[in-house]
């Protein structure tokens, strides 16, 4: 038995709690935000997500908080070109699931009290300031706890932009549960439907940095897609710039480490992120459970998944977890 300080109470953060906690740990976590934080958007969460969240006992939940993505289809507006191509992966048992962020945070956070895990919300902890014999910077991807590291490096822009909508109602004549992708010399625009949650929709476009993007420009894309049905009705994001963090640098010393966004932000167009950071948190509790000391587990868990996260940078490229790398 070992104690462990979180800090981040963010998807990567929550997990690593519960997961920390079924080896043995005694955990506290930090989080800068309020316990009901209300954040903006959506997260679809790829196959191994979903295998790491049986593990640490809250996959069911999320699977009826959100919807099942089953497949991919693309259309290259351009040439015409289609293509399609499923969201499940071998040895993983539940498809890609697409949820509210908002969601997602709030029954991890509940599993968290139900777990008797202690959360300190509405606190920003300081890194230097540690009281226990790990800790783990799961504080994303302006992470104080890399700075702490040593490493200084700041997220950069990647040069795209993106507006988010939502309608209650999903867009007919589209198949629910199956990512619609048109792509077009400028970017890309996408949609995913359900008769419970309705339309999701994006829009991300190629922006000069510094350059001001005319929101309207983001959704002709969508105007000549089935979308347009649903246009009018939705909720739409303001124009957010995407950042991205390779992932070099220290991700850890004897005794801190960094999960998720803090040590690998994947540009969001990727769809990686959050499951990478599901993926590092249960990877981190299993290396903990196996290694002889801490110092050897987070040496360990580098080893794992510094690749992964490397190979994630890749254009075209899907690394690929095992259900066995994500048991505990
Ligand atoms: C627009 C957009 C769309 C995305 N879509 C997808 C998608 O479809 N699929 C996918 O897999 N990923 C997606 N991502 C990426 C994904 O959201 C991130 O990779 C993921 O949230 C990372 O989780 P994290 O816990 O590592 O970091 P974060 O979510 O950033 O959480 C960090 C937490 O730490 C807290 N914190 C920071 N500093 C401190 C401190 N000093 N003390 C206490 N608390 C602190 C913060 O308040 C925050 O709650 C998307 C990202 C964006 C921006």
Redesign the pocket.
């Known amino acids: 038995m070992f104690r462990a300080e979180i800090?981040?109470?963010?998807?990567?953060?929550a997990c690593a709690a519960l997961a920390m906690a079924k080896v043995g740990a005694r955990v506290r976590v930090?989080?800068?935000?309020a316990r009901t934080a209300e954040v903006g958007?959506w997260?679809?969460?790829g196959p191994a997500a979903s295998t790491a969240l049986d593990q640490i006992g809250v996959g069911e939940k999320v699977r009826a908080a959100g919807f099942p993505v089953i497949s991919v289809s693309t259309v290259d507006t351009l040439t015409g070109r289609t293509g399609s191509f499923a969201r499940t992966e071998p040895g993983h048992r539940w498809s890609s699931t697409h949820i509210w962020r908002k969601d997602l945070l709030a029954l991890l956070r509940e599993s968290l009290e139900e777990a008797d895990i202690p959360c300190d919300y509405g606190?920003?902890?300081d890194p230097g300031e540690r009281t226990s014999e790990l800790l783990v910077g799961?504080?994303?991807?302006r992470s104080?706890t890399r700075r702490m590291l040593g490493d200084t490096r700041e997220p950069t822009y990647t040069g795209q932009t993106?507006r988010y909508g939502h309608c209650p109602v999903a867009v007919p004549g589209l198949p629910a549960h199956v990512l619609h992708f048109w792509s077009h010399p400028d970017g890309v625009a996408g949609y995913v439907g359900d008769e419970r949650d309705g339309s999701f929709w994006f829009s991300r476009r190629n922006v000069a940095s510094g350059a001001t993007a005319d929101p309207d420009l983001f959704l002709d894309a969508l105007r000549a897609t089935p979308v347009v049905q649903v246009l009018e009705r939705s909720e739409v994001s303001a124009p957010?710039a995407?950042y991205e963090l390779e992932p070099e640098g220290n991700w850890h010393n004897a005794d801190t480490v960094l999960?998720?966004?803090?040590a690998h932000?994947v540009s969001?167009a990727a769809?990686?992120?959050?499951?990478s950071?599901i993926e590092d948190a249960v990877v981190l509790a299993k290396t903990l459970r196996s290694a002889n000391s801490i110092a050897a587990a987070l040496e360990s868990y580098t080893e794992v998944r510094r690749p992964i996260a490397q190979a994630t940078y890749r254009p075209g490229a899907a690394p690929k977890v095992s259900a066995t790398d994500l048991r505990l």
């Open positions: 800090i981040g109470c963010g998807i990567g953060g930090y989080e800068t935000a958007g997260v679809t969460l606190t920003r902890a799961a504080d994303g991807a104080a993106i957010i995407l999960i998720g966004d803090a932000a969001p769809g990686r992120g959050a499951t950071a």
